[in-house]
């Protein structure tokens, strides 16, 4: 019998055809959007006189650009308001399920797609976000497609694609106290480099992996485009039908039964062939940090910069101007730097169980003074959690700031942004030029970390700070 | 939408030897804000290309007015990050029609074929032989034939061939996009859906 990969199973079932010497017509389970890269599609269908085939297939939120503050009031910035407003208009017309600023489920479209149960294992998922790969912890097949997709997904349910190269990274033995998978995805990506996945969807796997909550094995599934990976899964398990359970969207009763029979078959079959594998020993990760300008750039914390020994040309010339950006020096420690913004969010780490292990860390203890410390839940959902469970309490007599969800100062399209040379130790998922606002600093770590970071004003080692 | 459509492309290269340009860098998240598909030339490398204060950069290449023409010449790892096709939109608008590098990101590159912009993926030692002519000559002229599928250095004669599938070929020829084809096949894709 032909042994197939977890991720050729999802993807050969949904292959309408194929095209010869061509792409694959990929037909699409769930289709979500959001203000920033939906407009320009349903523009286009308009020009082109058609509508959308299957609006139940559809969920919209708007997430990227809405402030995190008053969301109750009018929209101040006009282009942002523009935006909400026509996701509204569109989804309304064309009867699309919108999770709208205020309601009960609004949040950021990869939190709030699995805290609603719409993400199920063997699925297809897209969204016109590179991070929907987020959804790929379910066992699914999720990823970020552009705008002329969006188009045709809400034109014919299909996208024509390639199918990518197989890569399983397995990830085995226990992890250290203080490692979270944050870590283990900044540790990945500093291994492979942030072009390592190029081409590939990847599969994790491993007892280290095994060993995660829904909401962690999210955490690595995210990052995966971060390694230039299409998006990376993780076969689902018992873990993963407990957290679906009972979910709004997930099946009931009797069709749950079926339901799980058949998600109990999509896993990766003994002696499957994958174009290239790595294994790493869960014990050598420890707490990581990002230093330079892409996310391959991680080293731990305990550690120093890299030296640039063995570079040369372009690789050592782009090397130091990502330095030069930095304020950073080859070859320095990173522990005891200081810094200025912290920032706990995102489809990363924006999850109940980041802001708890956060609120857990600082609880009785104050932030230091240099340092201005924001928290924005990733849904309304998790907000309340995090109230019901005291952490707001706790969070804010410690110093931190709660605002509103939203994707907020990961990609800063609101007014949540790092001014100009300044650092932020940040649970988001890219540390490029400007990403947290222009000439902002941005270093990636873990929710734990970054409390460490808030209470010391520097960058410290969560391990080492009671 | 439709775009121009691509047969051979004979022009001068605008040369940027950065590594890991993402798409951040191409266009700020700041400048998404559009709901029409306008303007995004203007914010091309926007960050690289003006200060603060909205000013020209001198050293950046998009502002020195020695370099111009339709083709981009980049380092390795081109357009990583964000899924945004504003980015392409942004390479189109400014009146790029290729780009080429040794290595590029997947969804970018995606997003390049689907509106048009003709990624041309070539080996580390030729994207070397180019920066180096267009460095000793901003006038070095360039010629990229999709047919043929191959990128030529004109004033040596230097070349190399490139992949694409021949599906995507035959788009950029006629300037079709996907959604021409998956309306065509719209009965196959209604009877796939009845049976899942």
Same mark, same amino acid.
């Given at each position: 019998m032909e042994k197939n990969t977890l991720f050729d199973k999802i993807w050969d079932s949904h292959v309408v055809r194929s095209v010869p010497n061509g792409p694959d017509v990929f037909f699409i389970d769930k289709h979500f959007i959001h203000e920033v890269t939906s407009p320009v599609a349903f523009l286009n269908l308009e020009k082109r006189g058609i509508g959308v085939l299957h609006p139940d297939r559809t969920v919209g939120t708007p997430d990227h650009n809405v402030p995190t503050v008053d969301q109750d009031k009018t929209i101040k910035d006009k282009l942002s308001r523009m935006q909400v407003e026509r996701l509204r208009e569109n989804c309304q017309r064309y009867g699309i399920e919108l999770h709208d600023l205020g309601s009960d489920h609004h949040g950021i479209v990869h939190v709030i797609g699995p805290e609603l149960g719409i993400t199920q294992p063997g699925m297809t998922i897209v969204c016109g976000d590179s991070h929907t790969s987020t959804h790929g912890a379910f066992g699914a097949i999720a990823f970020g497609i552009g705008t002329s997709e969006v188009e045709m997904v809400l034109a014919t349910q299909c996208i024509m694609q390639t199918k990518a190269k197989k890569m399983r990274i397995t990830v085995d033995g226990e992890l250290g106290s203080g490692v979270t998978s944050k870590d283990i995805i900044l540790y990945i990506i500093a291994k *492979?480099? @942030? @072009?390592? @996945?190029?081409g590939y969807f990847v599969e994790y796997a491993g007892s280290a992996i095994r060993s995660l909550s829904m909401e962690a094995r999210m955490t690595i599934c995210n990052m995966s485009i971060e390694m230039g990976a299409r998006g990376g899964l993780i076969a689902p398990d018992e873990t993963t039908f407990a957290y679906l359970k009972g979910k709004q969207y997930a099946p009931k009763g009797e069709a749950w039964d079926k339901t799980v029979a058949y998600w109990k078959t999509l896993k990766t079959d003994e002696g499957a062939i994958f174009d290239k594998e790595y294994a790493f020993d869960a014990a050598d990760i420890e707490p990581m940090i990002t230093y330079g300008t892409n996310p391959g750039m991680g080293i731990k914390i305990k550690g120093n910069i890299p030296t640039t020994e063995g570079m040369e040309g372009s690789n050592k010339i782009s090397y130091l101007k990502s330095l030069e950006y930095m304020g950073f020096a080859p070859g320095?420690? *990173?522990?005891g730097k200081k810094v200025d913004y912290v920032f706990v969010g995102s489809c990363t780490n924006g999850r109940i169980e980041d802001i708890r292990s956060v609120a857990a860390f600082v609880k009785g203890k104050q932030k230091a003074a240099n340092i201005t410390a924001w928290i924005v839940p990733g849904s309304r959902e998790v907000e309340k959690m995090a109230h019901e469970e005291g952490l707001v309490k706790i969070l804010e007599d410690a110093g931190f700031e709660l605002r509103q969800p939203g994707c907020s100062a990961c990609l800063a399209m609101n007014d949540d942004k790092i001014p100009s040379g300044k650092y932020a130790v940040s649970t988001s998922n890219r540390n490029f030029e400007g990403r947290q606002g222009p000439g902002a600093r941005t270093l990636l770590a873990s929710p734990l970390t970054v409390a460490a970071v808030a209470v010391t004003g520097v960058i410290a080692d969560p391990r080492e700070v009671f | 939408m439709a775009y121009d459509k691509f047969n051979i492309l004979t022009s001068t290269v605008v040369p940027l030897p950065a590594e890991n340009v993402d798409t951040d860098q191409i266009i700020p998240a700041r400048f998404l804000k559009a709901t029409e598909r306008e303007g995004f030339g203007d914010n091309l490398f926007r960050d690289w290309r003006y200060d603060v204060e909205g000013n020209? &950069? &001198?050293?950046?290449v998009l502002n020195n007015p020695t370099y111009s023409g339709k083709i981009l010449l980049s380092g390795k790892n081109f357009g990583s990050g964000s899924s945004r096709e504003h980015a392409v939109w942004a390479i189109y608008d400014y009146g790029f029609r290729a780009v080429v590098s040794s290595f590029f990101a997947d969804i970018f590159k995606n997003n390049c074929l689907n509106i048009g912009v003709l990624p041309v993926t070539i080996s580390a030692e030729f994207a070397e032989v180019l920066f180096k002519a267009v460095d000793a000559d901003p006038k070095t002229e360039v010629e990229i034939d999709i047919d043929k599928q191959t990128i030529t250095?004109?004033?040596?004669g230097e070349f190399e061939s490139f992949d694409i599938n021949s599906y995507k070929k035959e788009n950029m020829k006629n300037g079709f996009d996907d959604i021409d084809y998956l309306l065509n096949i719209k009965d196959e894709i209604a009877a796939f859906a009845e049976n899942r």
């Open positions: *492979i480099s @942030a @072009a390592g @996945a190029t320095e420690p *990173i522990k | 020209p &950069k &001198k050293d950046f250095l004109l004033s040596t």
